[in-house]
């Protein structure tokens, strides 16, 4: 059998500490909250993955429809009335369970709910195991964009059972590695070097992305500069998405945007060729589709990144990487707008391998 997880502590601002256990089988076991348990999950979601964790923590049931699309003000009011029919108190604990959608949505209950409630995560997709999950922003869509009403709201605890990822389709999982190829960019060149290992360790990455993510959230909770770097290949990934009118999912748009963005690295005079082709070469690896959306045009792509919340004075402004695990500083700001034509060679560049 195997252990039932090794846990990492972090306390990101005293006197709250967030517990984080990462293993296998880590529900086999009840597990005492001590609190009465709401479990808001993902419908989608196999049953027996939800039977195994509704019983260990004797919860309440309340499922959702799950998806991007679900992730609505709608969906939070009507699970928020369905919790108050059933009676559930200051002194619950809201347990979420799902991919990121499910994090998201379950957060932003938990931080409003009778003004806040405990919360406990339980991410199933490879990327809320590694990313959504961690960080404390939560939050809802609206017709006008996405993630546009939300809070920053921290769990008390998060488990990560791997176990949970031997149902995940392959697609979904390469849309989380995304993430992690990301980490091994910006900060953590050992990550970098487990990529490259057949099978992919991911029982060892998933810990260390997680630990990547913590470090640079908890370095700057207020997204004043460092956490920006978590945005590498996001600025280009954003406007893709959006382009496309989101039929590109957000981690095939973002292990394009770090190609990109690593070319762009690489035209800027940071990064090497050798180091830029090493990255092309691992990321197009992973068989993500990799194509430009069908009615891409500069102009759209040129407008799309005008949008990016690092904009500044109507210019994308753009990580950078000066080697593979270090991003570039610029004193502090870790982001700086393109010359024009370094932008439309980007752009040529781009429509030409990827078009
Ligand atoms: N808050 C943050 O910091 C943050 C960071 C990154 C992304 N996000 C958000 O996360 C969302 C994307 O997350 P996602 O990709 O996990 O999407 P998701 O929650 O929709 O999950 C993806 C798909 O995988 C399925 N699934 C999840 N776990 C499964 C499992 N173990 N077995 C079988 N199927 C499973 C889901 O039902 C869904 O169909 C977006 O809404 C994004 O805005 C938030």
């Known amino acids: 059998m195997a252990k039932r997880g090794e846990k990492i502590i972090w306390r990101p601002s005293k006197p709250q500490s967030i517990e984080t256990l990462i293993g296998k089988n880590l529900f086999e076991k009840p597990i005492y909250t001590f609190k009465r348990a709401a479990l808001i999950a993902d419908a989608s979601l196999p049953t027996s993955l939800i039977e195994t964790v509704q019983a260990s923590f004797r919860a309440q049931l309340f499922l959702f429809s799950g998806g991007e699309k679900a992730k609505t003000r709608e969906t939070?009011?009507?699970?928020?009335d369905q919790l108050m029919e059933a009676g559930f108190g200051k002194d619950s604990s809201i347990v979420s369970l799902g991919g990121g959608v499910t994090s998201d949505l379950a957060g932003f209950l938990a931080a409003t709910y009778m003004r806040g409630v405990e919360l406990i995560l339980i991410p199933t997709s490879l990327l809320a195991m590694v990313d959504a999950a961690f960080g404390g922003k939560c939050g809802v869509n609206t017709p006008f964009g996405k993630n546009l009403i939300g809070a920053t709201y921290l769990p008390k605890t998060i488990y990560v059972d791997l176990n949970f990822l031997a149902t995940l389709s392959e697609r979904e999982k390469r849309c989380g590695l995304a993430e992690v190829i990301k980490y091994g960019l910006i900060q953590d060149l050992s990550i970098w070097k487990l990529l490259k290992?057949?099978?992919?360790?991911?029982?060892?990455?998933?810990?260390?992305?997680?630990?990547?993510k913590l470090n640079i959230a908890g370095a700057d909770p207020l997204e004043k500069g460092l956490r920006r770097i978590l945005n590498f290949g996001h600025t280009v990934a954003h406007a893709l998405e959006s382009l496309s009118n989101y039929s590109i999912p957000h981690g095939e748009a973002v292990a394009l945007?770090?190609?990109?963005?690593?070319a762009l690295s690489h035209r800027l005079g940071h990064l090497s060729q050798k180091a830029f082709q090493e990255i092309k070469t691992l990321i197009e690896g992973f068989s993500y589709p990799l194509k430009l959306p069908s009615n891409f045009s500069s102009a759209f792509l040129r407008d799309a990144m005008r949008l990016d919340k690092k904009s500044k004075g109507g210019a994308p402004r753009f990580v950078q990487i000066d080697r593979i695990g270090?991003?570039?500083?610029?004193?502090?700001?870790y982001c700086r707008s393109a010359p024009k034509k370094e932008l439309e060679a980007l752009i040529a560049w781009l429509k030409k391998n990827y078009g």
């Open 326 to 333: 270090r991003a570039v500083s610029f004193a502090g700001d």
């Open 76 to 80: 939070k009011q009507k699970l928020e």
């Open 197 to 212: 290992k057949k099978p992919l360790p991911l029982d060892a990455l998933i810990p260390r992305s997680i630990q990547c």
């Open 257 to 262: 945007g770090l190609i990109a963005e690593s």
